[in-house]
T-cell receptor, first 114, second 113 residues
Framework: GQQLNQSPQSMFIQEGEDVSMNCTSS?????WLWYKQEPGEGPVLLIA?????ELTSNGRLTAQFGITRKDSFLNISASIPSDVGIYFC??????????????FGQGTILTVHP | DAGVTQSPTHLIKTRGQQVTLRCSPK?????VSWYQQALGQGPQFIFQ???????QRGNFPDRFSGHQFPNYSSELNVNALLLGDSALYLC????????????FGPGTRLTVT
């Protein structure tokens, strides 16, 4: 089945630094999404990407849908303490029997030191 | 605008028991998906409901079953609980025309002892 490899597994950074994380898949996805999860909460949708090569921003967050459709990255610029949390990539294959199902990566734990 | 709500927040059950978890989708959404999130892992897809029918299922045994009601709310039932069923159970809602954008509830933390 489809698997997503997300890296790095964890990051410890200073406030104000930029952050980059990425996700690779063994198969093609038609949609890539990035979520953030904080303790005791469900994942919150940050950015959705629908087309290969697409670059989308949401405030200090920027994400790109890889040209091969098998990867995506998320950048966070000028990190602040409230960026702390677990970031998940997720992909959806719009065709075949996988329609509707999201496949998630293992998550990147982000810690920001003031 | 109410988001996705789930109940209960926490639940403790004994091995072999049965449990029912509940979900109300975001206002205007008609599709509900359920995920299991083990500690330190990403969510794993269990199944998805639309028009009161299960339309897609992940790699979970038949002990996991669900239901969707006419008002689009949903239940997840797990029979014959195992210790390994301990996890955060997440409900996500979406429009059937846009199932790629799923919005998650806060989850139900199930502990099986």
């Amino acid at each position: 089945g489809q698997q997503l490899n997300q890296s790095p597994q964890s990051m410890f950074i200073q406030e104000g630094e930029d952050v980059s994380m990425n996700c690779t898949s063994s198969s093609i996805f038609n949609t890539w999404l990035w979520y953030k999860q904080e303790p005791g909460e469900g994942p919150v949708l940050l950015i959705a990407l629908y087309k290969a090569g697409e670059l989308t921003s949401n405030g200090r967050l920027t994400a790109q849908f890889g040209i091969t459709r098998k990867d995506s990255f998320l950048n966070i610029s000028a990190s602040i303490p409230s960026d702390v949390g677990i970031y998940f990539c997720a992909g959806q294959d719009a065709g075949g029997t996988s329609y509707g199902k999201l496949t998630f990566g293992q998550g990147t734990i982000l810690t920001v030191h003031p | 605008d109410a988001g996705v709500t789930q109940s209960p927040t926490h639940l403790i059950k004994t091995r072999g028991q049965q449990v029912t978890l509940r979900c109300s989708p975001k206002s205007g959404h008609d599709t509900v998906s359920w995920y299991q999130q083990a500690l330190g892992q990403g969510p794993q897809f269990i199944f998805q409901y639309y028009e009161e029918e299960e339309r897609q299922r992940g790699n979970f045994p038949d002990r996991f079953s669900g239901h969707q009601f006419p008002n689009y709310s949903s239940e997840l039932n797990v029979n014959a609980l195992l210790l390994g069923d301990s996890a955060l159970y997440l409900c996500a809602s979406s429009l059937i025309t846009a199932t790629y954008e799923q919005y998650f509830g806060p989850g139900t933390r199930l502990t099986v002892t």
